[in-house]
Every structure is written in structure tokens, then in C-alpha cells.
T-cell receptor
Framework: AQSVTQLDSQVPVFEEAPVELRCNYS??????LFWYVQYPNQGLQLLLK??????LVKGINGFEAEFNKSQTSFHLRKPSVHISDTAEYFC????????????FGQGTRLTINP | EAGVVQSPRYKIIEKKQPVAFWCNPI?????LYWYLQNLGQGPELLIR????????DSQLPKDRFSAERLKGVDSTLKIQPAELGDSAVYLC??????????FGPGTRLTVL
């Protein structure tokens, strides 16, 4: 079975500062990796995904993530955050083949302070 | 292109009452998912449809929950009877085949 651990439940940062949201996963087989963002009272929106190829993945809104197979991590980064980045961020995995069930982490609440 | 549509957005009911949620997926998406999101948690899959067939319903509490996807497009998720612990956000998502999942805004259920 797959599992996802988001190491920080809350991350407060100042506007224009860099941020890193950490994600580790556990799986006995290869997986796809995703980051989703959820703004208040809204559904989840895909930020970026890693399927194969380059381990550095660029997504929307200036976010990027790096897949590290040896450390089973997929940390999300942004060099300079904006107030509008305040949201809940979810890391998720799915199997390469077979059932396409997404397994989510518990989420990290990113709060941007002016 | 319209996204995944869900209704209602909010629902408040008393315990033991029935409730139903509706989802219209993105046009052309043959795979539909229902997720449960408890407060402060990530979503958890309840059921996955490929066209009209429920291919993964292992996490659906079948004593009180039911779902259908007639004609392989819209889907309805029902709870009967609702319990206090069912208060949560119910998310619908769709994808083409096993591709990227796109989520709707969710239905926030409050059971009193």
C-alpha cells in the first residue's frame, strides 16, 4: 500500500520569502506524484505532477517540485510567495499502473503574512 | 471548458435523514471519482467509476452509502440515514481514462 506524509501541518511565511513544503511517500512500486492546492471553500486544483523524466517539475503559479527517488521525497518550492498563495496544499501519489486511486497526505496550510 | 460541477454546495440536515449529492464531470471524461474529505485531512477515495461500472468501491460504507452513474455521465452519491460523523466535504473528480484528475468544488455536509 502507498502512503504520503506531509511533514508540516502549518507553514507561516512572510510575503516575498521563499517557501518549501515537504512531502515524503512510501511505496513498494513506482508511483506518479502530484501536488494539489485547495483555496478556501473550493475544490482541489492541480499544481504540478511528476510522471517520468526530469526530476525537477515546474507547475503553475511559479511553483516547482523535485522528485528524489532515493529519499522518496517530492518537496514543493516557490522562490517568492504572494498573499494569494495562502491555501492548503496536498501531496498525493498514485500507482503507475492499475487502479488510479490518489492517496493524499494530510495537507499543509500555507499562511502568507504581509 | 466547464469544470466538474457539483450540487448542492452546502447541505445541512438532521441525523437519520437521507441526503444526495450530484456530480457532472468534464465532458468526455469517462472516469469519475467520489472522495470524502474530513476536516483537516486529505481526501480519501470512496468510489471510482469507469463509464457506468463501479471498478473500485472498497472504501464505500455500503450499509448507508450508495452511488450510481447511469448512462456513464452524471453521478449521484447518497447517504441514508446520515450520521453525525458523516459531516465532511464530498468531492467529485473526473479524468479521461486514468489521466489527471480534475476536482469539483465539493459539497459541504453538516449533520446536526
Amino acid at each position: 500500500a502507498q502512503s504520503v506524509t506531509q511533514l508540516d501541518s502549518q507553514v507561516p511565511v512572510f510575503e516575498e520569502a521563499p517557501v518549501e513544503l515537504r512531502c515524503n511517500y512510501s511505496s513498494s512500486v513506482s508511483v506518479y506524484l502530484f501536488w494539489y492546492v485547495q483555496y478556501p471553500n473550493q475544490g482541489l486544483q492541480l499544481l504540478l505532477k511528476y510522471l517520468s523524466g526530469s526530476t525537477l517539475v515546474k507547475g503553475i503559479n511559479g511553483f516547482e517540485a523535485e522528485f528524489n527517488k532515493s529519499q522518496t521525497s517530492f518537496h514543493l518550492r516557490k522562490p517568492s510567495v504572494h498573499i494569494s498563495d495562502t491555501a492548503e496544499y496536498f501531496c498525493a501519489v498514485s500507482l503507475l499502473q492499475g487502479a488510479q486511486k490518489l492517496v493524499f497526505g494530510q495537507g499543509t496550510r500555507l499562511t502568507i503574512n504581509p | 471548458e466547464a469544470g466538474v460541477v457539483q450540487s448542492p454546495r452546502y447541505k445541512i440536515i438532521e441525523k437519520k435523514q437521507p441526503v444526495a449529492f450530484w456530480c457532472n464531470p468534464i465532458s468526455g471524461h469517462n472516469t469519475l471519482y467520489w472522495y470524502l474529505q474530513n476536516l483537516g485531512q486529505g481526501p480519501e477515495l470512496l468510489i471510482r467509476y469507469e463509464n457506468e461500472e463501479a471498478v473500485d468501491d472498497s472504501q464505500l460504507p455500503k450499509d448507508r452509502f450508495s452511488a450510481e452513474r447511469l448512462k456513464g455521465v452524471d453521478s449521484t452519491l447518497k447517504i441514508q440515514p446520515a450520521e453525525l460523523g458523516d459531516s465532511a466535504v464530498y468531492l467529485c473528480a473526473s479524468s479521461f481514462e486514468s489521466g489527471t484528475q480534475y476536482f469539483g468544488p465539493g459539497t459541504r455536509l453538516t449533520v446536526l
